[in-house]
């Protein structure tokens, strides 16, 4: 099974074109992206977007590539990220459970659990904090 | 009231633009309507170019001739499909390039409308930035960013996408920004380690068989001269990438040429010999490092001095990473160098390169009797040409007869498509520079097959009076394809072979340009020196045997230690 590994960018979003450009990066390098959730952080239009890459030899250059993209603040790979998923069912409960089990209308919230963050914004690596 | 077609052209001539290459259309015709008391007057340049490919490729000669951004612009639609060509080649060889696109109108976007393209899904990804504007108070900042985003960093072109209704609105006041500001960019900052400083210091002062190599990063930079004042502290030879070629007079004893797929074979066997190489504004391009592993296994130090901080940090390893501008970077070594004390002199390895230079030359400059030998057509032009005029080139067959037997005699004065390879490039390139830098002579190299690509834009040097001289290299074929089928594909030749047609000479002169068939080395030399003091766009025509052979090659996929310098079909 490939490893999955787990990035949080963090950019300015102007129009939908920014995450084609975060989705670019990792199909220009032949990357799938398993899952991706994201929203507004601030008013002045900062996003965060998680995903989930399947990991290949590209993984470090699509990071690289992608903190270099303009309208990328950083980009964050969750070192040793654990993914727990939570289903959020129609009439609002919360259950843990796998992806699979989820039925037309829930909703499935990706949560990783980490310990060790490696930050790269415009080609160098910024922080590498352990939590 | 300005109109927003008004503040667009003074946000332009606010961040210095003189010159606009372009084709109008419905959707940026506003804009000409826009400048056109600035053309009368003289502040502002329009040239119209026959396509919009050769527009962006106008643009980026300029931008690569002058140091500053080019300009273009098409009309939405085709218009800006036309460019995209153009634009990834300046985005592959790190140009400042601006594209003014006309949009359809803000209520028709997206509803499949006449002349209707998705600019910014185009763009996006080959083009350093694209941005569409939304409403009329955004010009003015985005017209200064995108000079700043093309500009700082690695350049690159970006498009600025403009719906036409927005061209037409007026406001009150326009507020003009004093500084760009681009959230979620940063420039590539330079950091002076001094440690990371030293260790260089230490591997290039203790080295045996230290070499440079250079790339267009020391164009960009303007670093050529502390290059030269480097290796001639430490007497390192220097090698270049192709593209590099631009950065380094070619007459310099310590000088060795370009390497690579295509380059000189002592420059290549330099690299690989060397014990430690320092690459001043180059990445580790599959052109250049044909064989990464090969490249690893000589197990030489590599210190790498790069704006872009994760160059460094791909293929290779990099024992000492400084990241920032090559003209900074490149000064604190020096004084790092001075303060830890020379040690060697190098003369046994420099003596080694010049051997190898020596022993290659039988195979480059070999004669034939009847026969205009590319290396002796090159040199041919050298003799006539100023030291400092501006050489462009095509891509083909040509392109690596330039690559190897071009010389450089001034920076910036070679431009040539090298990370795209996008033929067709050499004429407009050759018209930019020749707008940017009107006191040069401008020539540009091209193929039969590449010229035509282009071709038609010898209209516009004409009607515009733009006299370059266009050199083409006439064998009738796509010769670089040809030769690969001929020595890789078992001599299966297929779809490369032209005709007759057509008579370059006519052609010229239909364009109302100067034609001439230079069929020996004194014609070459006669039409040249004609076409320059004619003054006037010029075609020289020179028959080369199609069975000429680009060399030094290498086979597809091979490393550099295979390289192959001698016809192997004579060989056999």
Redo the contacts between chains.
Sequence with gaps: MTQEKVVRVVGYYRDPGFLERIAGAFRKLLMDVNWIQGRKISDDGLYEVYMGVPYTNNFDIAIQNLSKTVDVEKVEVLEDAVIKTYIIKRDGTIVQREPYMAKEYDIIVFKPEFTKVTVRSWGIVVGKDIY | MPTGARITIDALKREGVKVIFGIPGLSNMQLYDAFIEDLKNGELRHVLMRHEQAAAHAADGYARASGVPGVCTATSGPGATNLVTGLITAYWDSSPVIAITGQVPRNSIGKMAFQEADA??IF??IT?????IKKLEEIPIWIKNAFY?ATT?RPGPVVVDIPRDIFYEKVDEVKWPEKPM????????TIIDRQKLKKAAEILINAERPIILVGTGVVWSNATQEVLELAELLHIPIISTFPGKSAIPHDHPLYFGAMGYYGRAEASMAALESDAMLVVGARFSDRTFTSYDEMIETRKKFIMINI???DG??AIRVDVNL?GDAKILLRELKKAIIELGIKNEHSNWIKRLKEYKEYYEQFYYYDEPNKLKPWKVLKTIRNVLPRDAIVTTGVGQHQMWAEVFWEVLEPRTFLSSTGMGTMGFGLPAAMGAKLARPDKVVVDLDGDGSFLMTGNNLATAVDEHIPIISVIFDNRTLGLVRQVQDLFFGNRIVGVDYGPSPDFVKLAEAFGALGFNATSYEEIEKSLKTAMKENIPAVIRIPIDKEELALPTLPPGGKLKQVIVRDPRKSS
């Design positions: 910014m899904g996006e990804h350093k930035y694209v941005v569409e985003i960093g681009v959230k979620g960019y940063k420039e590539f900052p872009d901080p994760s940090e791909r990241t």
